[in-house]
């Protein structure tokens, strides 16, 4: 069982940057993608971007790419989300997960290939 506790949102102004961060406890797997998603109310979760443990690949949702920036601390079992220039369509809850299994990079961006989730922490944009 793996438990995942986020931490870091808040509000923020346009243009502005925020920090996430996702810290996992219990049997994490080496091979298993961290991923970081995120829901705006009356929108499906989507995903924003991913990173494996073991050789640091990073994956990112075209609407974020240039702008956030995914990163591991191995040693502290923790994945960071750097935000910056944040836009009003940024502003979710953010999720950060991971899976039971490996996960091929060709379907990182799946939610469904993800088992255990965080209880999200709010990311606020005003213009």
């Known amino acids: 069982q793996v438990q995942l506790a986020e931490s870091g949102g808040g509000l923020v102004q346009a243009g502005g940057s925020l920090r996430l961060s996702c810290a996992a406890s219990?049997?994490?797997?080496?091979?298993?993608?961290m991923g970081w998603f995120r829901q705006a109310p009356g929108k499906s979760r989507e995903f924003v971007a991913a990173i494996y443990w073991d050789t640091g690949n990073t994956y990112y949702a075209d609407s974020v790419k240039g702008r956030f920036t995914i990163s591991r601390d191995n040693a502290k079992k923790t994945v960071f989300l750097q935000m910056n220039n944040l836009e009003a369509e940024d502003a979710a809850v953010y999720y950060c997960a991971t899976s039971r299994d490996p996960v091929s990079r060709l379907i990182v961006r799946d939610r469904r290939q993800y088992d255990y989730w965080g209880q999200g922490t709010q990311v606020t944009v005003s213009s």
């Open positions: 219990g049997r994490t797997l080496n091979m298993a993608p």
